[in-house]
């Protein structure tokens, strides 16, 4: 059974909110601002990853299910593509206050099923919370261009709202990536369809409930559950405009390579394999703090976690103090105190983490600290892999596959220079640190690593919302970026408007046949 601190939350959090449960009932579809039971013939278990214990039943969502859903957004889209934009910012501005006021059962929802520790299931809400606060700057962000470009002859461009679209989201940031897109498709206009990870649900259906008493419309955001039949779904209907995914290779491969072709606009940000780089010069202390921290926090199953990290030089003198501090993290479920590390998210994930530790030893790498086998007391199913630390080459198995577990691989470079060029042989782009005292170190760093997000002395360079998401090479397909401008971008089009007021007495001769200019 669940500990007792995950009992109480389980019990709260299914009592105050209509569409989770999270003591062995089921989750509820949200369609046409009903939260509706589905006839599902096939459901999926989610189970609390410290025990193992069942919380909830996911539907595999029904054609005909799907297609209401698909309905009450298309129709919904008629009134809410029409409403005042001064309406949508006021709306966002209630949905941030109710975000806020209820980020902690939202939070608590995570614990349970994603497995990460509180303190980190806040932070991905309150991520998520500052997309929605993005959001509400709505009647600046869509402003749009105007010019008198000759006598009597103005030019200017609306940005108008696509129709329906989706978004498809990853177990790892339950709260952060549906915000992503439930505050920027819908401030501008659009309707929304969530089909969220199934294996951790909850958070969606509380942020759904407060979208509802936020003023968002029936029909204006839609839930609904499933793994690939439903995805594929959403990758085949017509009507839906545009698909916003975030999850692994394999998943966002296909959604691309299926929807596109469709004519359906698709952002796609994919799996990640981080480097940073310390440097002798660094500050040792807090740079071997922020290291541990994003390589091992949330488990490391971050997109943004540190998954390399190459030592120059007499940096390489570090590396057992790295070890120390690795060791010192706690690992346990994630409701207790003082825990850094909570469970990884499945059996299945655990017994990939660990196969890829193993690989280290047998493909003649050495593993320096080694998290397998790790027993938690307490919590004697949980998922649980220690803080791990390996030496690899940049051909082996550990080094070339994204992990997503608490692993980090150290590879070795002489330079700088010699660290730089691992890192853009890298097929993924998502972000790269370095940590330096010097300037010009870093400023050469910014510009000849490749991946998109870079971080100077910062390990989890995640750009806040009024810049965007730029995550780049294998690590993104498509070709307009999650949030800020782009964000507004993704979910508008454009419709540019030129208009000929000349006087009112003004006469014309002939017909002009020449293209005017
Ligand atoms: P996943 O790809 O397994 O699942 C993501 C979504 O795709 C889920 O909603 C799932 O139902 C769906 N899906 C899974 N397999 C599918 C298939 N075969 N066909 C159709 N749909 C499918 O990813 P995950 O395990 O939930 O999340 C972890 C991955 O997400 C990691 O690779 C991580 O790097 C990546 N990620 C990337 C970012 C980023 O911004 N780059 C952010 C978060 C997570």
Redesign the pocket.
Known sequence: GLSPLAAEAAKEVSEKWRGTSAVGGTTKNYIGGEFRESKAEKWLDVNDPSTQTLLTRVPETTASEFSDAVDAASQAFQTWGKTSVMKRQRVMFDLQHLIRQHSPDIAKSIVLEQGKTFADALGDVGRGLQVVESATAITNTLLGDKLEVSADMDTFSRRLPLGVTAA??????PAM?VLWSAALATVTGNTLIV?????DPGATMIIAELCERAGIPPGVINVVH???P???RICDDPAIKAIS????????E??YNRATPLGKRVQA????KNHCVIMPDANKNLSLNAVAGAAFGAAG????ALSVAIFVGAARQWIPELIDRAKALKVSGGFEENTDLGPV?SPQAKAKIEHYIGTVEQEGGKILLDGRGLTVPEYPNGNFVGPTVVEATVDMSAYKN?I?GPVLTIVEAETLDDAIDIINQNKYG?GASIFTNSGSTARKFELEAEPGQIGVNVAVPVPLPMFN?S?NKG??KGDIP?YGKSGIDFYTYRKTTTSLWPAADAVGNRASVHMPQ
């Not at 940000?269 to 990640?272: D, F, I, K, S, T």
């Not at 199953?301 to 943004?304: A, K």
Request: hydrophobic share 40%; proline share 4%; net charge positive.
């Open positions: 498809i989201t990853p177990f790892n940031f990536i089909k969220p990870s199934e294996r499933g793994s690939a439903t995805v594929n995914f975030v999850g692994g290779d394999k998943a966002g296909h959604i940000n994919l799996g990640a199953q971050r997109c943004m998210i994204e997503f998502n998401w995550g690590s993104f999650f």
